[in-house]
Nanobody, 121 residues
Framework: QVQLVESGGGLVQAGGSLRLSCAAS????????MGWFRQAPGKEREFVAAISWSVGSTNYADFVKGRFTISRDNAKNTVYLQLNSLKPENTAVYYCAAGALQTVWSRDDYWGQGTQVTVSS
């Protein structure tokens, strides 16, 4: 079992930055791939970024375009998502997930409760 708690969301102006954190509790955190997803009002949840358990591999959604960076600290059981050059269309609830595979995610993986990011124009 893995429990995930996101934090770091908030209200920011366009062009600003935020760093989201996801603290994990439970065993074997370092053996899971970690991912970030987001869900905007009226839209489906979509993939943002993921990182492998080894910290050697990351992948991003095309819309990220170098503005977001995922990282993890296995010693602290925490994964981060640095959001830079934010745009109003980045407004969404951001969710953290832990799963077996970096590139395959499902409802059966572990999910946090989400943190709201609101970008004003």
């Amino acid at each position: 079992q893995v429990q995930l708690v996101e934090s770091g969301g908030g209200l920011v102006q366009a062009g600003g930055s935020l760093r989201l954190s996801c603290a994990a509790s439970g065993r074997a955190f370092s053996s899971y791939a970690m991912g970030w997803f987001r869900q905007a009002p009226g839209k489906e949840r979509e993939f943002v970024a993921a990182i492998s358990w080894s910290v050697g591999s990351t992948n991003y959604a095309d819309f990220v375009k170098g503005r977001f960076t995922i990282s993890r600290d296995n010693a602290k059981n925490t994964v981060y998502l640095q959001l830079n050059s934010l745009k109003p269309e980045n407004t969404a609830v951001y969710y953290c997930a832990a799963g077996a595979l970096q590139t395959v995610w499902s409802r059966d993986d572990y999910w946090g409760q989400g943190t709201q990011v609101t970008v004003s124009s």
